[in-house]
Nanobody, 115 residues
């Protein structure tokens, strides 16, 4: 069973930046593709960024050019650098594999962007 712990969220003004981290209890290299997801109140949880085990990335259109996903396989950690934040980025952010594993969801980290 893999445990994922997300940190780095907080309150930031529009235009600001945050860096999220996700530490896994097991080897993320063996997991393969990892993703960052977010869920705003009343909305479904959506994938916003993904990264393969060798570093190929893809982003949702809503964050493309502003967010950067990266990973350090030696530290079993996935990062999400978020720049030029907008109020619509407000959500709880989670990491998981892509496709997601149903029992691996952590508590997430809350990001609030004020206007």
């Amino acid at each position: 069973q893999v445990q994922l712990v997300e940190t780095g969220g907080g309150l930031v003004q529009a235009g600001g930046s945050l860096r999220l981290s996700c530490v896994a209890s097991g080897s993320i290299f063996s997991i393969g593709t990892m993703g960052w997801y977010r869920q705003a109140p009343g909305n479904q949880r959506d994938l916003v960024a993904r990264i393969t085990k060798v570093g190929n990335t893809a982003y949702a259109d809503s964050v493309k050019g502003r967010f950067t996903i990266s990973r350090d396989n030696t530290k079993n950690t996935v990062y999400l650098q978020m720049n030029s934040l907008k109020p619509e980025d407000t959500a709880v952010y989670y990491c998981n594999s892509d496709p997601s594993h149903p029992t691996w969801w952590g508590q997430g980290t809350k990001v609030t962007v004020s206007s």
